[in-house]
């Protein structure tokens, strides 16, 4: 998989949540590349969020994982987990969902939160990976 193809999927994958790009974010994390983005559920189109069977709620975010390897570019499935916590150390357990299309395979998880509130998530990638990010959400009116 080259470069080019890479940056279509990815604009693919970018342009099936949103009409607008939503940023991404990538970690290397031992032989591999995390791609990731949290985003509020509502810049979801109703029938992507059907398709996925995610719900559009201005408390509830999507976090999409993506993980390719660092030297092919080729997508990987290396089972995703994890949870993420409030700034009062309320924790919510992340139930992932694998979507494979084509060459492409990530993993999506819904989350809520409130207002303002900073994010504190905690993802494990395979049996040695770990991603750590906080993010803030606000709800959208």
């Known amino acids: 998989m080259n470069k ?21 974010q990538k970690e290397t994390l031992g032989d591999w590349h995390v791609h990731y983005s949290a ?6 189109a109703p029938q992507i969020a059907s398709q996925y069977d995610l719900t559009r709620s201005a408390s509830k975010g ?9 030297n092919t ?19 919510q357990e992340l139930e992932f969902q694998q979507v494979t299309e084509g060459d492409a395979s990530y993993y999506l998880a ?7 509130e900073t994010l504190r998530f905690t993802i494990q990638i395979g049996e040695q990976q770990t991603l750590k990010f906080n993010q803030e959400f606000w709800l959208n009116d």
Do not use: C, H, R, W
């Open 62 to 70: 999507v976090l999409n994982i993506a993980v390719l390897d660092k």
């Open 4 to 24: 080019t193809f890479f940056m279509k999927a990815v604009i693919a994958v970018s342009l099936l949540f949103s009409a607008t790009l939503m940023a991404e």
């Open 110 to 116: 819904q989350f809520g939160y409130t207002n303002a």
């Open 39 to 44: 985003f509020n559920s509502t810049s979801l």
């Open 73 to 91: 570019q080729k997508a990987q499935t290396p089972g995703v987990s994890g949870q993420v916590a409030n700034p009062l150390g309320q924790v």
